[in-house]
């Protein structure tokens, strides 16, 4: 077993001069600001995740929409759970979540493509699924030890999203491939 490379008493002065400082420690060794920031683009990416899966839900339309709109729906709460997150994370680190809309597409890491027909909507969805994916691993390889918290946000951010890719995969493959389900007001 390794040592403790810090002595007790230590740890307790160091928690008693910075303790201003909430949660965050000098043990974490990460760039604050620079975390804060990646948060906030993750942050900007399920707000626009939630948007976009909200439309979908209201506007599938087809004999196939009911089965798929509800999966677009549990996604959307999914997206929210992972914003308050996201939000609940910057602010322990001492940021300010950004919820300006102004500033949402720049920052988020996907888009929000609309899709025509509920099969164009699940496949932009599932795009924007792996985007995440790909993303959020890099951000948690990035994290590494240097913020073991907000990595584990990031890995279940990371879990959450491969169930909604595996989902969507699931329901393309159900779905099929014409243009019949034209999407309309539901």
């Known amino acids: 077993m390794a040592e403790f490379l810090t002595d007790i008493q230590t740890l307790r002065d160091r928690a ?3 303790i201003d400082k909430g949660p965050v420690t000098e043990a974490a060794g990460a760039d604050l600001p620079r975390v804060v920031q990646v948060c906030n683009e993750a942050l900007a990416t399920e707000i626009v995740c939630v948007l976009r899966y909200k439309r ?5 339309g087809g004999v196939h929409a009911g089965p798929v709109a509800r999966e677009f729906l549990e996604h959307a709460t999914d997206e929210q759970r992972h914003a308050d997150m996201l939000a609940d994370r910057i602010a322990q680190l001492g940021g300010q979540p950004d919820f300006d809309p102004a500033r949402l597409s720049t920052r988020a890491h996907i ?7 509920l099969v164009e909507m699940i496949r932009e969805d ?7 994916i790909a993303s959020y691993t890099e951000i948690a390889q990035w994290l590494g030890d240097g913020d073991p918290i907000t990595r584990r946000v990031f ?8 169930d909604h890719a ?20 539901a």
């Open 16 to 18: 008693r001069e910075e």
């Open 56 to 60: 979908h839900y209201y506007t599938a």
């Open 111 to 117: 888009r929000c493509d609309a899709g025509q027909d």
């Open 126 to 132: 599932l795009v924007a699924e792996r985007v995440a």
């Open 155 to 162: 890995e279940q951010l990371l879990a959450d999203e491969e």
């Open 166 to 185: 595996d989902d969507l995969a699931d329901l393309l493959q159900r779905l099929p491939r014409h243009r019949a389900d034209a999407a309309g007001p």
